[in-house]
C-alpha cells in the first residue's frame, strides 16, 4: 500500500455526531498502551500523526484519518485500563459500541493484542461487540511480538490461529513488532486484499 496521503480529519468524542464519510472505513482497537497509535504511524510511515500516551486511557476520541482519499483508518480509544471510573467506562461502550455495531462503511477492523497476553477480557469484550457484525473483515495483530522467542511466537500464534478458524473465515492473524517494524507489509497486504487492491499498489 503506497501512502501518498495521510491526515488527521475528524476527531469525534462522546457528545460528536461521527462523520458522513462515504469512503470505507478500516477501524484498530486494543486495549491502553497495547501499541495501537504508533502501530497506524507505522503503517502510514509518519512519525507521530497518530497520538500516543504513555497514561493508559487517556485517549477518549475516535480519529478518522483520510488515506489517499481512498479510504479512512480510524483509531478507537483504548479499552480495559483498570483505573477508569464506571462513567468513563460507559461513555467508551456508547461511543465505540455504538461505532463498531452501526457504522455501514466500516469494512474491516484490525484488533490489536499483546503477543504476550493475547483475548485478555478487555480483547473477548470487544469481540463480543463485534458478535453482531459477522459481515465484518477482522485481522487479529499480535504485537510485541519480539518480545517472545522463537517457540513462544510459534505456539502463540498457533493458539490464535485456531480460534480465528473457529470464528470463521473472516478472520485473519499475524505476529508483529512495532519496535523492529517487522510485519508492516503483511498488514498492508492485508488491507489491499479487504480493498480488492493488488498487492503492493
Request: charged fraction near 20%.
Amino acid at each position: 500500500m503506497i501512502i501518498r496521503k495521510a491526515e488527521l480529519e475528524t476527531v469525534c468524542g462522546i457528545t460528536s455526531t461521527l462523520p458522513e464519510n462515504l469512503l470505507p472505513e478500516f477501524a484498530f482497537a486494543g486495549k491502553s498502551n497495547v501499541g495501537k497509535s504508533s502501530l497506524i504511524n507505522g503503517l502510514l510511515n509518519r512519525r507521530a500523526l497518530a497520538r500516543t500516551s504513555s497514561q493508559p486511557g487517556k485517549t477518549q476520541t475516535i480519529n478518522f484519518y483520510n488515506v489517499n482519499d481512498d479510504l479512512y483508518f480510524v483509531d478507537l480509544p483504548g479499552y480495559g485500563y483498570a483505573k477508569a471510573a464506571p462513567e468513563t467506562r460507559r461513555n467508551w461502550e456508547g461511543l465505540v459500541g455504538g461505532y463498531v455495531q452501526q457504522r455501514p462503511q466500516l469494512m474491516g477492523m484490525v484488533l490489536v493484542m499483546d503477543a504476550r497476553r493475547p483475548f485478555m477480557p478487555a480483547d473477548e469484550f470487544l469481540l463480543d461487540f463485534l458478535s453482531v457484525r459477522p459481515d465484518l473483515k477482522l485481522h487479529l495483530l499480535l504485537n510485541k511480538a519480539d518480545q517472545l522467542k522463537t517457540m513462544e511466537k510459534r505456539q502463540v500464534l498457533n493458539t490464535v490461529k485456531d480460534r480465528a478458524l473457529a470464528m470463521g473465515n473472516h478472520v485473519s492473524v499475524q505476529l508483529f513488532s512495532g519496535l523492529k517494524k517487522e510485519g508492516v507489509e503483511q498488514l498492508q497486504n492485508v488491507l489491499c486484499t479487504w480493498l480488492n487492491l493488488p498487492l503492493g499498489s
